[in-house]
Every structure is written in structure tokens, then in C-alpha cells.
């Protein structure tokens, strides 16, 4: 409840008029304010409020993942946060779901309602670089997964360890990124050589697994 219209359900003060003016020199609310108020008008913030993507707690997992995104070394860029947020509305009944994502402006204004977030552009660095220091990512990676597993709400079966072996396709130069505000890393691994044979193994904490995955290079689809 805004200002506004707590002045009006507490009700003018002792000895203060009941009118809009009086009340509005007591409490120092504007008078146009308490005016539009009574007579139904939402307050700015309220308009805003309904007309928002994504609900209060929809948008806070929204904000929790791109963080732990980030905290793991793979900052989700811009582009797609839109698509997450509209992945995050899809548990909503088909009558309440949007239809599509947000505008692309929308994960601007994300930023602008989150100080905890931070857009910024990282560029790639050589993988011969980025493993110098190793150990200081691999144990600030074990602390945030520490905490991740930590939750009584993940379970084992949800818990999964995947195996890559083969080297990244090209990607940009530099790319813009949605991560934790002091967060100063300005760079993302890659390599400088390209080819790509992929093979994926994964399997889960308690012993399932998935088909393993070779990913080969072409120039073509091949239906064998």
C-alpha cells in the first residue's frame, strides 16, 4: 500500500478538516494524490507492479539462476534472458501463460530492478591462459556447488555429473553477459583451435544415466 492511500484508511489527525488539502498539508502526501486515490486511480508503482513479466517469485529464480549461472563460470548472455523468463512461467495454465517472451529491452530493466545484477561484455581467453590459476576455480567451484547440494530440495536423482571430451565450435570474440555485480571477471574460456568431435557421458548421483552423445562435424545433415 502506498502513502496515499495509508493516509486515507488512517483517516485525517485530530483537529484536522476532513479535506484533501488538510489532510495532504498534515501528512505531507501530495493532494492529487490522495484525490486519485479515493477514487480508485493505482499509484504508479502499483501500475507497474501488474503490468510485470514475470511474478515476484518467478522473477526471483530468474535472478537466483543467472547468478548461480554465473558463480559456476558460465554467464548466461543477454539475449537469453528473455527466453528464461518465459521458461520460468511454463508450470502457469495455459489461459495464464504468455504467449511469447518478453521485449528485448526486458532484461535492461531487469538489471535496473536488481542492483545485484550487472551487465557486462567478456571477452574469450585461450583455455592455455585461463587454467594457470586452476586451483583458485576449482575450489570456488566446489564452494558454490557445496551450497547448491546442500539444499534438502535437490535430490540425488537430480544431481548430475556430465563428461566432455572434444574442442568448442567458434563463438564471438565478445559477448554480453548478465552476472553478479561484483563480479569482475571480463573473460570466458575457449580455444584457439576449433574442430569440433564431441563426447558427452553423463550419469546421475544415484546411478542412472543417460545414452552417451558423439557429436561429429559436417557440412550436411547425414540421416545415417
Not at 81 to 95: D, K, L, Q
Not at 167 to 175: D, I, K, R
Request: charged content about 25%; overall charge positive.
Amino acid at each position: 500500500m502506498d502513502r496515499a492511500s495509508q493516509v486515507l484508511a488512517q483517516g485525517p489527525g485530530p483537529g484536522v478538516p476532513r479535506s484533501y488539502r488538510a489532510v495532504a498539508d498534515h501528512s505531507g502526501v501530495p493532494r492529487s494524490a490522495l484525490h486519485h486515490r479515493a477514487r480508485g486511480r493505482r499509484s504508479i508503482e502499483a501500475k507497474a507492479k501488474s503490468q510485470q513479466y514475470l511474478a515476484p517469485f518467478e522473477e526471483k529464480a530468474v535472478v537466483e539462476f543467472i547468478l548461480q549461472m554465473a558463480n559456476l563460470g558460465t554467464p548466461i548472455r543477454v539475449k537469453f534472458i528473455p527466453a528464461i523468463a518465459f521458461s520460468a512461467t511454463s508450470y502457469r495454465s495455459e489461459a495464464d501463460r504468455p504467449a511469447k517472451p518478453p521485449g528485448v529491452n526486458w532484461a535492461k530493466a531487469l538489471e535496473k530492478r536488481h542492483p545485484i545484477l550487472k551487465a557486462r561484455r567478456v571477452k574469450a581467453l585461450d583455455w592455455n591462459c585461463h587454467e594457470r590459476n586452476v586451483y583458485n576455480k576449482i575450489e570456488h567451484w566446489f564452494g558454490v556447488i557445496y551450497k547448491v547440494l546442500a539444499d534438502p530440495a535437490i535430490t540425488a536423482g537430480n544431481v548430475y555429473n556430465k563428461d566432455e571430451t572434444g574442442v568448442m565450435l567458434p563463438m564471438l570474440g565478445s559477448v554480453k553477459v548478465l552476472v553478479r555485480k561484483d563480479d569482475i571477471r571480463d573473460y570466458r574460456g575457449a580455444r584457439v583451435q576449433r574442430t569440433m568431435v564431441t563426447a558427452i557421458e553423463c550419469i546421475s548421483a544415484d546411478g542412472r544415466y543417460l545414452d552417451s552423445l558423439v557429436i561429429w562435424p559436417a557440412t550436411a545433415h547425414r540421416s545415417n
